[in-house]
């Protein structure tokens, strides 16, 4: 039966597909960092994002404090999710893309974003690792980083605490990035889950999203079956690396499991460990999952407060004469805690100044030889000042291209060696133990067994450091607490253990190497190299010790036994023969390496006495500067030569005794003068170096102290500007987008404007030409080269000598002019000149439109001729012919008009009829309404009234004067009412009607 998931694991949708997410937050967030080159690795993230992918993303970048950002509407064009920058307490949503404003810190806590003011204005800020981390502590396992094309390392330290809280890290691919930076840090650190061109990370993150759903189950209820295909990835680990993983947590480890499987998007772990059988790069690839390393400087700031002020002062305080500190850091990961232990050390000896002379020695060790590595090179990125104060910085690191580089002085105090803590003998007469965040990933069995071992390695009254989730649980016996809170512990002295100790080698049963023993000697014998033997026989007992030293005394090669002559020094292993040379012959070794250096050839002393094992020795020393073969050129070759047997301690002057008196005081005086001239030359040369020396170290003195100071600006100007760059690569391509889109626009509106077929001419408020369209230099004999150049410059085919002036004056006036100007080739163009308003309503130039106007004015000229025949027709016509508009004004009239009415030109048009004194009246000689006149008739009804007989009277005539009248009205297409009446008339016989009073 199909298991179903818990009640608190609520369903999402990831474009089609559903899945459920056993978070607080009931939908994926995602993080986005990015930095210079970000604008165009974000729109094609986005473009690639569905529409209803049920994600919210968060994105950070390295913005100038003081621009006003544009990053919201440029990535908006690419995608229909909603993007918004961030406000203070702003709830996350799905389906939403967040942005960081210009100079804040993001956090994030239950699923609410939350603005910080930047401590520093300027310089370098973190504003990725900041928000990765916050995320980290809020989402755990569910938090999702994203590393996108930038300059620098920041982010790195953000994607560690996401993959020590389980989650997942998308790289963009560094060759696909504008600024490989960023990606890059985050591969070289080992922190990359999925590497993909930023096209193809959205894919990614769904299907992993998808994957990771349908893998998850309650990992401390694993089935029988998850168990037995958990224990072959184990085996194969262990097949593979020789580590064995057998006694960590499963739950640990199957949720590591887990997320690889996720990102191959395979669905059973049984499939797992087949594709781990198929692939055994995965195997690596799993192994350093499971070695994932979160440490940083000064990690949990208040124990380590603990350990300067409480722990180490104890352990000083304990040897009044001063001696060697031993400490071990187990499970060092890339280094920071052994070094922040160095440094706290040197603090600590610095603040009490203790009267004995301390010094500490440390050996971290690892289970990744590549963490080792990187431990060892004591090379860290600019963002470990988050973690560090700027004192710290400047005192125990030195600035260079890669970041900062821990100083010589504290690197020297350590030793980092691959190591494990369960297969590996411990060390031992230590004084500081620290094993922080190893034990939780460990069973119980094997935390119990670890920690009497830890006991057992510990000097009386050693300090144990754990972490902040580890205890040391019933070993109360072996460990007193100095502050439980942060995890410090003191060895307690015990006079016999009542329960023995489980060393490695009883953690991890090994099989026995096998040998085979068949062989019979006289074959193996027979086999061998006769003359090898030979020679090797010659050196052991008939040719002298010797040494082959470099030019420091170093030495590089032995011959023979020189046991006798020379013993390894306490302390520090090492291989400079002065160091090693016996009591005896150490002064005139050093007398002889000197001279030869000097004055090369070959030196020899005689009958020096070295101290022995119980007695001493007459030696012959030689001491030669070897000039052939080439390859030995520069090297020094000490010989060893016994010159009498060995003798008892008591019979050490037997040389002497072989002289008589004198000659006894002979000898003597010759050696004592030997060793006052050697002595005197010793002097002078000790003299003349330490003049030399302390010149040279004065001026090295003064050379350094500028050069620190040269230095430090450099490092603060570095910085800063590093910072500033990332910013303005970020405002550049949010300015490189906008150019872009005013390019379009411009192109828009070139084809507009060209595409209108209307000459347009764009001048400055000089009248030198600033942009014209193509019908233009149709007109005014234009190149792409005249612009900048006055228009009064330019030849022109338009008659307007007076386009300068006029343009002038519509500059001061604001007022446009329109003008119709001929030209050439009998054209004419309609010229309109109107400022140039900028849309702050400014004025910076005129805009000068050309419209031909040619067809026009010929056709107006061809009416103007018709006009002027068809007045010429009508006026010489019989008939009275008039027009009246819809409100029986008269527009026109003829001359038989004018006549029969007895009225001028000048006082009939313009006016109404009856305005005019005339008198109308029906053929019976009755009145005449108004409303009852044939072009009243006609207007109102629409239709031609014809043959009407009326009597017009005008104000000098005594008789009517009839007329017989026709009335057609104008109603234009599409209208519904008479506009205008055409009114013709002639004068007929008829009957008349004399005028009373």
Not at 209 to 216: A, R
Not at 325 to 330: D, E, I, S
Request: charged residues 25%; hydrophobic residues 40%; negative net charge.
């Amino acid at each position: 039966m199909k298991k179903q998931p818990s009640s608190r694991h609520k369903e999402i949708e990831t474009g089609k597909k559903v899945f459920n997410e056993p978070s607080s937050t009931p939908f994926p967030v995602i993080g986005l960092g990015s930095s210079a080159g970000g604008l165009e690795a974000l729109e094609l993230f986005m473009k690639n994002v569905p529409d209803s992918s049920g994600m919210a993303f968060v994105i950070v970048q390295h913005l100038d404090p003081t621009h006003k950002g544009i990053m919201a509407e440029l990535l908006q064009r690419v995608t229909p999710i909603p993007v918004q920058q961030i406000t203070d307490r702003l709830k996350i949503e799905p389906d939403h893309i967040y942005l960081i404003p210009p100079n804040k810190n993001l956090t994030i806590l239950h699923g609410v974003l939350h603005l910080l003011d930047m401590v520093k204005p300027r310089g370098l800020r973190l504003p990725i690792d900041f928000f990765f981390r916050s995320m980290a502590d809020d989402l755990h396992q569910h938090s999702l980083g994203v590393i996108l094309s930038g300059m620098g390392s920041d982010g790195t330290f953000g994607l560690r605490a996401i993959k020590e809280k389980g989650g997942a890290v998308f790289v963009q691919d560094p060759e696909s990035a504008k600024f490989d930076g960023m990606p890059r840090s985050a591969i070289d650190a080992g922190l990359a889950d999925v590497i993909a061109p930023v096209e193809m990370l959205p894919e990614k993150i769904i299907s992993y999203l998808k994957h990771e759903q349908l893998n998850f189950k309650q990992t401390d209820t694993l089935e029988d079956a998850s168990l037995s295909a958990l224990a072959k990835v184990i085996i194969l680990l262990r097949s593979q690396t020789g580590h064995d993983f057998s006694l960590y947590k499963k739950n640990t480890i199957y949720r590591r499991i887990e997320r690889r499987m996720s990102i191959h998007q395979i669905q059973k772990i049984s499939f797992y460990v087949k594709y781990l059988q198929e692939n055994p790069q995965e195997i690596e690839l799993l192994f350093r999952e499971l070695l994932i390393g979160v440490t940083s400087f000064f990690r949990d700031p208040a124990a380590w407060e603990i350990m300067k002020k409480r722990a180490i002062p104890s352990l000083i305080a304990a040897r009044p004469s001063g001696g060697l500190l031993r400490a071990w850091v187990a499970g060092c990961s890339t280094g920071e805690e052994a070094y922040t232990l160095a440094i706290l050390f040197r603090e600590v000896i610095d603040a009490i100044k203790p009267a004995g002379n301390f010094k500490l020695q440390i050996f971290a060790t690892d289970l990744d030889k590549d963490a080792i590595d990187k431990a060892r090179a004591g090379v860290y990125p600019s963002n470990i000042v988050a973690d560090l104060t700027a004192e710290h910085i400047k005192r125990y690191f030195d600035k260079d291209d890669s970041g900062y580089k821990i100083k010589r002085e504290i690197r020297e105090t350590i030793v980092f060696a691959p190591h494990n803590v369960i297969m590996d003998p411990p060390f031992t007469k230590l004084d500081i133990v620290i094993c922080r965040n190893l034990l939780i990933y460990m069973e119980q069995e094997l935390q119990k067994k670890l920690l009497p071992l830890f006991h057992y390695s510990l000097n009386n009254g050693g300090i144990l450091f754990l972490g902040s989730a580890e205890t040391i649980g019933a070993n109360n016996n072996l460990f007193e607490t100095v502050d439980g809170k942060a995890r410090i512990f003191r060895h307690i002295h015990q006079h016999s253990r009542t329960l023995p100790i489980d060393f490695p080698s009883s953690l991890i049963n090994f099989p026995p190497p096998s040998r085979d023993f068949s062989a019979h000697p006289a074959t193996v014998t027979s086999e061998l190299n006769l003359k090898a033997i030979t020679d090797q026989l010659l050196l052991d007992h008939y040719t002298p010790a010797a040494v082959l030293t470099n030019e420091n005394g170093d030495i590089i090669y032995i011959s023979g036994h020189t046991g006798k002559y020379l013993e390894p020094a306490a302390g520090k292993a090492n291989l400079n023969v002065f160091a090693m040379a016996r009591e005896g012959i150490r002064y005139d070794l050093n007398i002889l390496f000197g001279h030869v250096q000097h004055e090369k050839g070959e030196l020899t002393k005689k009958g020096l006495t070295v101290g022995t094992n119980g007695g001493k020795q007459s030696v012959d020393l030689s001491v030669k500067l070897l000039e052939q073969p080439e390859p030995l050129r520069g090297l020094v070759m000490i010989v060893f030569t016994d010159s009498t047997k060995f003798v008892s301690g008591i019979d050490s002057d037997r040389t002497l005794a072989e002289y008589s008196g004198d000659g006894r005081i002979a000898l003597l005086e010759n050696e004592l003068q030997v060793a006052k001239d050697e002595i005197l030359s010793i002097r002078e040369q000790m003299q003349t170096s330490q003049e030399e020396l302390k010149s040279t170290n004065e001026e090295m003195q003064s050379a350094n102290e500028e050069l620190q100071s040269t230095n430090e600006e450099l490092n603060t100007s570095k910085e800063e500007m590093q910072s500033l760059n990332e910013e303005l690569q970020t405002v550049n391509h949010e300015l490189q987008s906008k150019v872009s889109d005013f390019s379009q626009t411009n192109n828009d509106m070139k084809n507009l404007l060209n595409s209108t077929d209307i000459a347009t001419l764009f001048l400055d408020d000089e009248l030198n030409i600033r942009r014209f369209t193509n019908r233009t230099a149709t007109i005014i004999k234009l190149i792409p080269a005249d612009i900048g150049r006055p228009i009064t410059d330019i030849a022109t085919d338009l008659h307007y000598p007076a386009l300068e002036s006029d343009a002038r004056e519509v500059l001061q006036s604001l007022v446009m002019s329109e003008k119709n100007i001929a030209a050439s080739n009998n054209r004419w163009f309609k010229v309109k000149i109107m400022p140039y308003r900028t849309l702050d309503n400014r004025i910076d130039g005129l805009v000068i439109t050309f419209n031909d106007i040619t067809t026009a004015m010929r056709l107006e000229e061809s009416l103007r001729e018709t006009d002027e025949s068809y007045r010429f027709l009508i006026d010489t016509m019989q008939i009275g012919a008039l027009i009246q508009d819809a409100s029986g004004t008269v527009i026109m009239i003829n001359r038989e008009a004018y006549r029969i009415f007895g009225f001028s030109k000048e006082e009939i048009k313009g006016k109404l009829l009856d305005q005019l004194p005339l008198k109308f009246v029906r053929s019976d000689g009755t009145d005449l309404p108004q409303d009852e006149r044939p072009s009243q008739i006609a207007l109102r009804t629409g239709n031609p009234v014809r043959g009407v007989v009326i009597g017009i009277m005008g104000h000098s005539d005594k008789n009517f004067t009839w007329i017989n009248v026709n009335c057609f009205p104008r109603i234009r297409k599409g209208g519904d009412k008479a506009d205008m009446t055409y009114i013709s008339f002639y004068e007929i016989s008829g009957p008349t009607k004399p005028v009373t009073e």
